[in-house]
């Protein structure tokens, strides 16, 4: 028996055989049964491949494409503070340990218990203070008595603000922005 | 009650692009969404890469954008947006050395006009063997073949549409189509006849 050939077979599975041809297919496959088993696999691989999953692009892509094409316009300094104001709000935090820091004064009794918080910031607040008696006896016998004009409480404020706002910085620019560009 | 049908149903491709080419470019982010996953797939099948693909769907977009003050109408959207993204991953590919576009006259394949050797499984199967198995060798395939099976399938496009895709000649495009299906068909029926025959 002459089996039909993968081209017919497709063309009966697309529903393209031309009319003349279909009738004698038709014979044929009543008494074959690989043939028809050979058309209904096909028929389950087209299904197949027309119910794959599809493909997906990452998420934001949409956004990407429409910021590409529709760049946001300039931003007014209010909507940059609005957008900021995370960032405003965690140096000002800083800003307030250590303001708080420098100008605490330790206290040997208290009439209430102190917190964990206090305690520490205590502990911390007496280094600080030997550390930077310490450091300003010798700075003073290497540079020479302080200007009058800055009190070392001041300089201390702005060394440690500087340095606050590097790492602030660093972190900003070296892993909050990375973590957001990995998510997008 | 018509009206109200009317009203719900998705604004058509051609009322989108009229918003767009009047000057809301946002609107073209509807038809990106429209169209993204059907055009992602057929990256993929086609570099065989996600993130290859992405960067090419993403570049064929904003040419796509680009274009449409040049489109005519005389293909539907989904088609001509297809033909973009063939481009642009075929350019792809030509970088890797990989040549999908050429069209080899008299190209034809002689083992279409036989039975196939491998019979079809005679076991019964599921669906869902067959399924599975197809999502993993359609991978494998080619990416000539790949790329004209998901048009044809996922994609929905006839051969004439394949044509103005992929500007080959229709007998070229049949042939590769049948020949990327009996490609699979070998590769499916290999599989789970090896399963069936470790079953029994």
């Known amino acids: 028996m002459n089996h039909l050939t993968t081209k017919q077979i497709l063309q009966i599975v697309d529903g393209t055989i031309a009319n003349g ?25 087209s299904q197949s491949v027309r119910e794959l999953p599809l493909a997906r692009p990452s998420k934001g892509f949409t956004a990407r494409i429409v910021g590409k094409i529709a760049p946001e316009t300039k931003k007014s300094w209010i909507s940059k503070i609005v957008d900021n104001l995370g960032n405003i709000l965690a140096m000002g935090l800083v800003l307030s340990v250590v303001w708080y820091t420098v100008n605490m004064t330790p206290t040997s009794k208290s009439p209430v218990e102190p917190s964990g918080i206090s305690k520490a910031l205590t502990v911390y607040v007496e280094y600080y203070a030997k550390a930077r008696d310490a450091a300003s006896k010798e ?11 800055q009190t070392p409480k001041t300089a ?5 603000t500087l340095i606050s706002l590097l790492i602030l910085v660093a972190i900003d620019r070296f892993v909050v922005r990375r973590v957001i560009k990995i998510r997008l | 009650m018509q009206d109200l049908a009317q009203e719900n149903m998705p604004a058509a491709d051609e009322e989108i692009v ?3 080419l009047a000057g809301d470019k946002r ?5 990106v969404d429209r169209h993204k996953d059907k055009a992602m797939t057929l990256a993929v099948r086609m570099l065989k890469s996600r993130e290859e693909a992405e960067e090419a769907l993403q570049d064929a977009f904003v040419r796509a954008y680009h274009a449409l003050p040049r489109f005519e109408w005389k293909a539907s959207f989904s088609t001509w947006l297809y033909r973009i993204v063939y481009n642009v991953c075929a350019t792809s590919l030509g970088k890797r050395s990989e040549i999908v576009h050429v069209s080899l006259d008299g190209e034809d394949d002689p083992k279409l006009d036989v039975p196939s050797e491998e019979p079809a499984p005679d ?10 198995a197809v999502n993993e060798e359609i991978e494998k395939l080619p990416a000539i073949y790949a790329w004209i099976l998901t ?8 051969y004439e549409q394949i044509v103005e895709v992929t500007g080959l000649p229709l007998a070229t495009v049949k042939v590769r189509l049948f020949r990327g299906r009996l490609l699979l068909r070998d590769a499916i029926a290999k599989r789970l006849g090896v399963t069936n025959a470790a079953t029994v």
Do not use: N, W
């Open chain 1, 21 to 45: 041809e279909k009738s004698k297919l038709i014979v044929h496959l009543e008494a074959c049964d690989r043939c028809r088993q050979e058309i209904q696999f096909h028929r389950s691989l």
């Open chain 1, 139 to 149: 700075i003073t016998k290497i540079i020479g008595e302080p200007k009058k004009e």
């Open chain 1, 156 to 160: 201390d404020v702005a060394t440690l």
């Open chain 2, 18 to 20: 009229r918003r767009v």
């Open chain 2, 27 to 31: 609107a073209f982010g509807e038809l």
């Open chain 2, 123 to 132: 076991a019964a199967y599921e669906m869902r063997e067959i399924r599975a």
């Open chain 2, 151 to 158: 048009l044809f399938f996922v994609s929905d496009q006839s």
